[in-house]
């Protein structure tokens, strides 16, 4: 990839002083190593500016960078930028290696290991006679991205504010779902470098909101509280599990007799959807399954799934509406957003292992085998959000990541039967929608256009559902 970014001097040499440069990164070596001494030398991205070629160098072996400039005169400048958010911002002080003496800089690490800061670098540079910078396209190391589906999840753990304990500073719902991508990413691809987050995350955001991570959203409740039944499953701790069923009990607290059952959107008690029931299925029948002798999540969890068939919120054609009509009590036939069959899918899957109705496991095909074939959901047999924005903000764009999850954990049981969408869908994002640090936008068809953390996650749960 090659990538140009012009911008004026005014722009980024700033008259005021620089600031302090930040202490040495130092891992197997500390930051400023000789360029010579690398052990290997990998080029994979480069830009151009007055004939001058500006080249980022990786060194996988070692996870370091260093930037070169050639064809160049004497006054000429090169250096290196460094990212711990994905590029959107980049700090250290001065300029990384900064040098008008020399052809190329020292080398820098590309990660923070003590400090679990996960980066990117690119190499800037212009020449002596004119004021316009160059600078190559981010990149890092092959370091905890040895294939696609661990530096997708490289990618998003470099959203991870390590300050809050979320992704992109203060992602809520979507943080849960990001955090689970990356549980079930150590899971799938045995890199357990990411664990960190599980604790971090816990420890900075137990007491927020309504404490043990419930708010007045029920459905961000269940998102919550299945991030944490998949923390107990990766690490054994069983905090987690106890804020899961402090979770599933907060759901619970808000189902009434209206319209026969259902637990309530959010605590105003004015909505009942399918996606908090869902939830709140999967929940309940992922608890009794990991608590020993339980009687009482296992009826909810039935209870639920109950309640949802006869609602109709699963429609004639096998997919699932938003949500039920509070005056009739049926169906409002509203938009069938992705996430609401995978997660149903999922919940169904979960149910079944707890009960061994295999009633359910059909119900949950029927459900797959629309979404796959769907020409509303999967034009041209690639998975899209209804209304997709080509931005990646707000909530939508994590609906496709709690799709294919499902779907992913109903293809494992199901011994592959989809297989072939998932791959398509995987390789389809993987050369169309993704830059040059492994982030991914919200178009898996292509074309790549921005990046977010719930885009980032989404595509990360695409890789681990993938074969």
């Not at 339980?294 to 949500?323: H, I």
């Not at 999922?346 to 029927?366: E, I």
């Not at 797959?368 to 707000?394: F, H, K, Q, V």
């Not at 499902?406 to 169309?432: F, H, I, M, P």
Request: charged fraction near 20%; aromatic fraction near 10%; hydrophobic fraction near 35%.
């Amino acid at each position: 990839m090659n990538i140009v970014a012009l911008v004026t001097a005014a722009t980024l040499l700033s008259p005021s002083p620089p600031a302090a440069l930040a202490a040495p990164i130092c891992n197997r070596y500390c930051d400023g190593r000789e360029a010579a001494l690398a052990s290997a030398d990998r080029v994979p991205v480069s830009t151009s500016i007055y004939g001058r070629v500006i080249k980022t160098h990786v060194d996988d072996t070692d996870a370091m960078a260093w930037a070169s400039l050639e064809n160049g005169s004497a006054g000429d400048e090169v250096w290196l930028d460094r990212s711990f958010d994905g590029g959107q911002s980049w700090a250290d002080g001065a300029k990384l290696g900064d040098t008008s003496a020399a052809t190329r800089t020292g080398q820098f690490n590309v990660d923070d290991w003590g400090g679990n800061g996960v980066g990117a670098l690119r190499a800037c540079g212009k020449a002596g006679d004119r004021a316009e910078i160059a600078c190559t396209a981010w990149t890092r190391s092959t370091w905890n991205a040895w294939d696609r589906r661990t530096a997708a999840a490289t990618a998003l753990m470099m959203r991870f504010d390590r300050s809050t304990g979320l992704f992109d500073h203060d992602g809520w719902w979507t943080g849960a779902n990001a955090l689970t991508a990356i549980i079930d990413n150590a899971r799938r691809s045995g890199m357990n470098s990411y664990r960190y987050a599980v604790a971090s995350t816990y420890d900075k955001q137990v007491t927020a909101r309504l404490g043990q991570f419930r708010n007045e959203y029920l459905d961000d409740t269940g998102w919550w509280g299945l991030a944490w039944v998949a923390a107990y499953d990766l690490t054994g701790d069983s905090r987690y599990l106890t804020t899961a069923r402090a979770d599933a009990e907060w759901m619970h607290s808000y189902w009434d007799t209206r319209c026969g059952g259902g637990v309530y959107w959010s605590t105003a008690r004015t909505v009942k959807n399918a996606i908090p029931n869902s939830l709140y299925i999967q929940l309940n029948a992922a608890l009794s399954s990991r608590i020993s002798g339980d009687t009482v999540y296992r009826q909810r969890a039935q209870a639920g799934w109950t309640w949802f068939r006869g609602t109709g919120m699963l429609n004639g054609s096998d997919l699932v509406n938003d949500g039920v009509d509070l005056g009739t009590c049926k169906n409002n036939g509203d938009v069938t957003w992705t996430y609401n069959q995978g997660v149903l899918i999922n919940a169904l899957v979960q149910l079944n292992r707890l009960t061994g109705d295999s009633g359910l496991l059909s119900t949950a095909r029927r459900i797959g085998d629309a979404m796959t074939t769907s020409a509303y959901l999967s034009p041209g047999g690639i998975l899209r959000e209804p209304n997709e924005p080509d931005t990646c903000t707000g909530d939508g764009v994590s609906f496709k990541g709690a799709a294919i999850r499902g779907l992913g954990v109903l293809n494992r049981v199901t011994g592959g039967a989809y297989d072939d969408y998932l791959r398509r869908n995987a390789d389809s994002a993987v050369g169309k929608d993704r830059n040059s640090i492994d982030a991914y936008g919200s178009h898996w068809a292509g074309p790549y256009l921005s990046t977010g953390h719930g885009c980032q996650h989404s595509a990360v749960d695409l890789l681990n559902a993938a074969p």
